[in-house]
């Protein structure tokens, strides 16, 4: 009987025991969609992006317009046209319309892999800047992802915000 009591009271110092450790711990939240939708470099990197594709966007869209063009001019001709003109501009429309999906394929995958890394160096740029406070504020731990509740006394995702736009 002493030792089931002697037992209880080692279970009961061992819960104790983290509770009053983890009263000393701090630890701090950041709203990982916030940060990355509110973040200045965010605006910057979908600005670079836009610059970059704008002549590709612009191209593809004078030749979607060509396109159009071509076949609402054969429909207006195709009245006045031989058949084999009129079979003729039809395999050309048709090839042209095959070339303008492949480079429209080509410039979603293009502009696709050239977000992800701009979104990775975001990412990149956000765990460095989360680190940087942490240790300048001392925080035990902070917690960036994954996180379903957290109160405003340990959100941190304002400073992180604070942070990135005086590094921009």
């Given at each position: 009987?002493k ?20 009263a ?10 916030a ?13 670079r ?6 002549s ?15 076949q ?6 195709g009245a ?10 039809e ?7 095959r070339?303008?999906q ?31 406070l ?30 990135l736009k005086?590094?921009?």
């Amino acid at each position: 009987m002493k030792k089931m009591k002697f037992i209880w009271l080692l279970c009961a110092m061992f819960i104790a025991a983290p509770m009053s450790y983890a009263a000393d711990l701090k630890i701090g939240v950041v709203n990982a969609g916030a940060v990355l939708d509110k973040s200045p470099q965010k605006a910057a990197a979908l600005a670079r992006l836009e610059k970059e594709f704008a002549s590709r966007s612009q191209s593809l869209e004078s030749k979607h317009k060509a396109l159009r063009a071509a076949q609402e001019k054969l429909n207006k001709d195709g009245a006045i046209l031989s058949a084999d003109q009129r079979r003729d501009r039809e395999r050309d429309i048709l090839s042209d319309q095959r070339e303008l999906q492949r480079l429209q394929d080509e410039y979603s995958e293009d502009l696709s892999i050239r977000r992800n890394e701009e979104l990775r160096k975001l990412e990149k740029d956000i765990a460095e800047t989360i680190i940087d406070l942490a240790k300048k504020e001392s925080f035990d731990m902070i917690l960036y992802q994954g996180v379903i509740f957290a109160s405003d006394k340990v959100d941190l995702t304002d400073k992180v915000l604070q942070m990135l736009k005086a590094k921009n």
